[in-house]
């Protein structure tokens, strides 16, 4: 959420959460540079924290992710965000309160710890023995255009036997709610996903992937976010696993005729929240 729309309207005593102190395009930070963050907003340990955003909560599940990632479990997603609560406000007797400007600073700093956890992340050497291992399914959840590589703009494609699902079909944009868990499950089930598989997700920068991952770990899938995305994948993955359309009418017949990829050292209420 950009502050000048937080400052506008937001749920009474709602703090705002910056993106940038979250991620560097897509790269979570430092779990002690998120640790500080959060503290100084006033969060404790023990504190049940309540995402929303005044969008297609694309930002409301990537910070849901992130404090996930740093080991904060008491979390929960408005469903609907702030358009719901505002509708509420103008139909529903119940207090749904509001106000303007910038949110009161916290009185104190909280005491909340962060630390990694693996379970909710692939790096790029994951994703690699994948391939070998067969034991995952990956998705991509950037939109069609950008999986077949004919957006413009940028270097678009995928990661070689990925299956597109792009948030779109998980999550109803006419009114910013996620579908119900029997039709997000077909719809997985549609594109030949099984609960018995984990599912690495990814997208261009990890925004639209969080989507994904929060619908499956919803329904109870092993799910993980490869938060190197694309950008890292077209950089160091080899050709042949790569699929990108002038990339494709050229490659050689196998793998054994290119030359490899140099190795980079990396790491192996009446609105319900969602349960």
């Not at 996930?68 to 406000?89: A, P, V």
């Not at 998705?139 to 999986?147: H, L, R």
């Not at 109870?220 to 490869?226: E, L, P, Q, R, S």
């Not at 990108?244 to 050229?250: A, C, K, V, Y």
């Amino acid at each position: 959420m950009e502050e000048s729309d937080f400052e506008s309207e937001h749920i009474k005593s709602a703090q705002i959460l910056f993106f940038n102190n979250l991620s560097h395009s897509g790269v979570p930070v430092h779990p002690l540079q998120f640790q500080r963050y959060i503290r100084n907003l006033g969060v404790n340990q023990d504190c049940h924290i309540i995402v929303y955003d005044k969008g297609e909560q694309i930002w409301a599940s990537y910070a849901l992710w992130i404090f996930k990632l740093f080991g904060h479990e008491r979390i929960s997603l408005l469903n609907g965000g702030f358009l719901e609560w505002k509708k509420l406000q103008l139909s529903e007797s119940g207090p749904y309160p509001t106000e303007m400007g910038p949110g009161q600073f916290p009185e104190f700093v909280g005491n909340f710890q962060a630390r990694w956890t693996a379970e909710y992340v692939s790096a790029f050497d994951d994703v690699m023995a994948n391939f070998e291992s067969k034991e995952c399914d990956v998705v991509d959840a950037q939109s069609p255009e950008e999986y077949e590589g004919t957006a413009p703009g940028a270097v678009f494609g995928h990661i070689k036997n990925a299956i597109n699902i792009p948030p779109e079909e998980i999550f109803d944009g006419s009114n910013n709610t996620w579908l119900d868990k029997a039709n997000m499950s077909q719809i997985f089930a549609n594109h030949g996903l099984q609960i018995t598989r984990p599912v690495i997700v990814y997208c261009g920068t990890s925004l639209h992937a969080s989507m994904i991952w929060l619908a499956l770990h919803r329904l109870k899938f092993n799910a993980t976010v490869y938060f190197g995305s694309w950008p890292e994948w077209v950089i160091r993955a080899p050709d042949y696993l790569k699929v990108i359309p002038e990339l494709s009418q050229n490659l050689p017949s196998s793998k054994e005729n290119l030359r490899p990829t140099p190795e980079i050292t990396g790491k192996n209420s009446t609105i319900k929240p969602l349960s």
